[in-house]
């Protein structure tokens, strides 16, 4: 099993900067790929950004991207999403998964993705 906890989210308003964490426990063998959905109001969960074990592919859904900048910490079991600019639509709650399968930018379905975090609360006021 592996255990996802994410950190970092708050209240924000538009135009401004947020970086969201989440860090990997438990039987973290082999490479995860690790990805971040949102899920806002009265919505589906969608897809984010994702990020290969080693930080050298990465993948954004259009809405962010250009804003949004999904990394990983040296401790290749935490990653990162830097939210610049961001707008009332980015309101959401913001969840982190991981997989155990190579990293496939088409690999964008909540579906895909094996482990997840409980979510965080991001809100952008106008």
């Known amino acids: 099993q592996v255990q996802l906890i994410e950190s970092g989210g708050g209240l924000v308003q538009a135009g401004g900067s947020l970086r969201l964490s989440c860090a990997a426990s438990?039987?973290?063998?082999?490479?995860?790929?690790m990805g971040w959905f949102r899920q806002g109001p009265g919505k589906e969960r969608e897809f984010v950004a994702s990020?290969?074990?080693?930080?050298?592919?990465?993948y954004y859904a259009d809405s962010v991207k250009g804003r949004f900048t999904i990394s990983r910490g040296n401790v290749k079991t935490t990653v990162y999403l830097q939210m610049n600019s961001v707008k009332p639509e980015d309101t959401a709650v913001y969840y982190c998964?991981?997989?155990?399968?190579?990293?496939?930018?088409?690999?964008?379905?909540?579906?895909?993705?094996?482990?997840w975090g409980q979510g965080t609360q991001v809100t952008v006021s106008s």
């Open positions: 998964a991981a997989d155990r399968r190579p990293f496939m930018a088409t690999r964008s379905a909540p579906a895909e993705y094996e482990y």
């Open positions: 990020i290969s074990w080693n930080g050298a592919s990465t």
């Open positions: 438990g039987r973290t063998f082999g490479s995860l790929t």
